[in-house]
Structure formats: C-alpha cells, structure tokens
C-alpha cells in the first residue's frame, strides 16, 4: 500500500537533489545522546566507557550510509530512476554516558507466568501431563516448564483432538501437582521506560541506548519515537552490521517505515525481508529493508525526513537549528520568493530595494538578524517567523546598509518595509522595528 504524509508535491520541495545548493538544502543533523546501560558493576555484558571509540566510529559510518548512497537494486513502481547520492541527513554525538541497571538492560527476557494451567491427566508411561487444547498456544513453544517449583525440560509438545499434551524429559516423583507453570517472553525491546527513567522525557535529543538480553543472543534494535531508540547485544555482533542495524533503527526515528510495505510510491513494489544479498529481483539495498547491503534511501524517503525536520517544532528541537553560524547567511540580490519552511541558522540580509515574500514557516536560530536594506521589503505571507527552542532570535534591522546596521535612511519614503499578509506572525524575537 502506497501512501504519502501531506501532498507529494510538497514533499518534492524537500528533495536535497545533488543540483541544488547547500545554503538554501542544508545537512539536517541530529543531535544524539547515548547511554550505556551496564547489567553489573563490574561487568556490563554490553560495550562499556572503554568501547567509545567503537561507538564513535559506527556513528561515522552510518554518516557515511547516508551520506553516500548507492542506487536501489530494485526497480521503483513509479518506473523512474530515482537516486540521490547524498541524503544530508547527519547524526552528531553531543555525550556519552553510562549507568549500572540489570533491570534496564535486560530488553527481552523469561518471566514465569503467574496464571497456572491446570493438569487433566498423567501418562507415567510416555512422561506425558495432557491438559486443555485452549492452553496450547501458551505453551507451544516452551523447552522447559515449572512443577514444584523445579525446571523440568521438555522434550515435546503436541496436539490432538480434544487434548494437548507435554512430553517431558523425565517425570517428577508423584503425585504430580494439579498445576503447572509456564515461561513466558517479555519483550520491552520498543519499551519507553529508560528513556523516561533516565532522561526524564527528554525532548532536546534522540536519545540511543545500548542494552542487552537475558533471551536473545543475536543483536536487535527498535526505535519507536523521535526521541529515543534502543539497541541490544551489539558485543554479540560484528561491529560493520551493528552499524547497519543502527542505521536502520535510525531510520525509523526519523519517520521512515520498513519496505516490505512501500511507504511513498517510489520505492518498490515488493521487498523480501531477510539478512540476505541485495539483487536486482526481489531484495533491495534500502536501509529500511532487511538486507546486507542497506546503503539507498528513495528520494520521497530523504524528502519526507527534511520535511519533517523543517515543520515539525518537536522535531526541529533535536536539530541543530538553534546553533547560529554566519556562514549560512543568505544575500538576497534579486526579488526572491520561499515556498518551504527553513532553519535559518545565519542571518537574512535583503539587499537594497530588493524583496523577499516568505510564504512558509521559517525557524531563526538564536544568533539570527534579518537585515533590510535601504527601499528592501520583507514580506511575510501567512507563515510565522519564530524560534521553537525556548529561545528569542535578534530581530529585524532597517539600516541604510548591513555594513552600517546602526544607520537609518535620511527619507522615511526610502524606509525598508516589513508587510504581514493573513495571518503571518513574526515572534520570539527580541525586537522588532
């Protein structure tokens, strides 16, 4: 099933195709925390404050996935060539740090069910207990159950008509008890409780935590929220495809589904899932498939996450956008018009008599300045001109030229103008003209 979030046109307008230059498409990057948890003091069964520069180094190559992407190996339903070599989609550590918990770390693990199933019968003979067929499914995929509170291994499960019944490895000495306990898998891999516990719902990062299993020998991931993913049993696997793993968690932070289920209609049709070789038939490279190769990302996938980091104030908030830098300053020498929101992290500087209609929301880093030259105009049509971090930006400045910003026009007819259409709002601002 195909579908698309807002209209495919104005995802298109997000698409940082290679052509298009970086001031106006920029690198979006993500700010991440990570958290180590430990299961004992003295041995973490986990990467530990020793294993940083591993961490560091997986985060380099999942920027290198990103940043370098091949073409998809499968044909795309809308029949187009669709590749575009660099996502512009970063990651950036911001801190490392590390707790003792074996409770948190243990992400999927057995627990003993309380509700007991009741005994029909005994077959001494075969070493069988036979009990209801409505309790088969709780008990079908057990290698061990509880009887006076003793581990007993089981050798077989089995249905018939009427009845279920568990062979046992050897039978208990009688009489055997009325009830038997099960095992259970608890599964708290997508489970919101560390972050909540140890960031206190932080919303100013993506939170990523590494964790384990007292279950599972193999390495997994989930990353069910914007602001927080988990990864387990990453000493258990090689260092590239935890990279891999992590990318694709990555990925589902960011609001990208899984591909056996296209998302945007320029993916394929179908995607077998598997840790299998990309071909050209039936498994694609994507790294939100379940492949080895896991290093393209579509056009409308790359579109929608910039899209989503351009208008989403949550979202913006685990950027960089609040960070101000001159150098991504824009010069308006010509009437110019934006029709996609932006994070301005430098300043605006319209030049004289020149014109720049905004016609989309437009967030301002804390250091930013919109300058207005002399007989320039600012028009803000039905958009907001803000900051969502909490923070004001520095305002709009009329001044003969942004050389000499302190300076005004001699004639108020040469004024620089700022015209508010519909409902535009300019807030968060420390001044304004």
């Not at 001494?124 to 509880?146: E, F, G, T």
């Not at 190769?293 to 996450?305: A, D, E, K, T």
Request: charged share 25%.
């Amino acid at each position: 099933m195909t579908f698309y979030y807002g209209q495919k046109n104005q995802l298109v307008s997000y698409i940082p195709y290679d052509n298009l230059d970086r001031l106006s498409y920029p690198d979006l990057t993500i700010k991440i925390k990570i958290h180590l948890i430990y299961r004992y003091e003295d041995d973490a069964h986990n990467y530990n404050l020793d294993s940083i520069d591993l961490i560091r180094k997986q985060v380099d190559w999942i920027n290198g996935f990103y940043k370098h992407l091949s073409p998809s190996t499968l044909k795309s339903q809308d029949g187009k060539s669709n590749f575009i070599p660099d996502s512009r989609i970063r990651f950036r550590v911001d801190a490392i740090d590390s707790f003792v918990d074996s409770i948190a770390w243990n992400r999927i693990y057995l627990e003993l069910d309380e509700k007991p199933i009741q005994i029909d019968s005994v077959d001494v003979v075969h070493n069988r207990l036979y009990v209801k067929n409505s309790a088969y499914n709780r008990i079908k995929n057990q290698d061990s159950i509880v009887l006076n509170q003793k581990n007993i291994k089981v050798r077989s499960i089995g249905r018939r008509t009427g009845y279920s019944y568990i062979e046992l490895e050897d039978l208990p000495e009688l009489p055997i008890p009325q009830n038997l306990f099960y095992y259970r898998k608890r599964d708290l891999n997508c489970d919101r409780y560390i972050w909540e516990k140890y960031t206190n719902k932080d919303k100013n990062h993506l939170h990523l935590f590494y964790t384990g299993s007292s279950y599972s020998a193999v390495a997994f991931g989930c990353g069910p929220s914007p602001y927080f993913l988990n990864v387990s049993n990453f000493i258990k696997g090689g260092d590239w495809a935890n990279a891999q793993l992590l990318a694709h968690e990555i990925g589902h932070t960011l609001g990208l589904y899984h591909t056996d289920r296209p998302q945007f209609d320029d993916l394929p049709s179908r995607d077998k899932f598997g840790f299998i070789p990309c071909d050209s038939t039936q498994t694609s490279n994507n790294i939100m498939g379940y492949n080895q190769c896991r290093n393209y990302l579509s056009p409308m996938q790359i579109g929608y996450v910039h899209y989503l980091y351009s208008t989403d104030t949550n979202r913006i908030r685990l950027t960089t956008a609040n960070e101000y830098n001159p150098q991504h300053s824009f010069v308006i020498f010509e009437d110019t018009v934006w029709n996609k929101s932006m994070l301005i992290t430098g300043d605006i500087v319209v030049k004289k008599g020149q014109v720049l209609t905004i016609n989309k929301d437009i967030h301002l880093s804390k250091g930013s300045t919109i300058y207005l030259e002399k007989k320039a105009r600012l028009i803000v049509d039905n958009a907001h001109l803000y900051n969502c971090f909490g923070t004001n930006w520095l305002g709009i400045i009329k001044c003969k030229t942004v050389f000499r910003p302190h300076k005004n026009v001699r004639r108020p007819k040469n004024m620089a103008q700022v015209i508010l259409k519909g409902n535009a709002i300019v807030k968060n601002t420390i001044s304004l003209p």
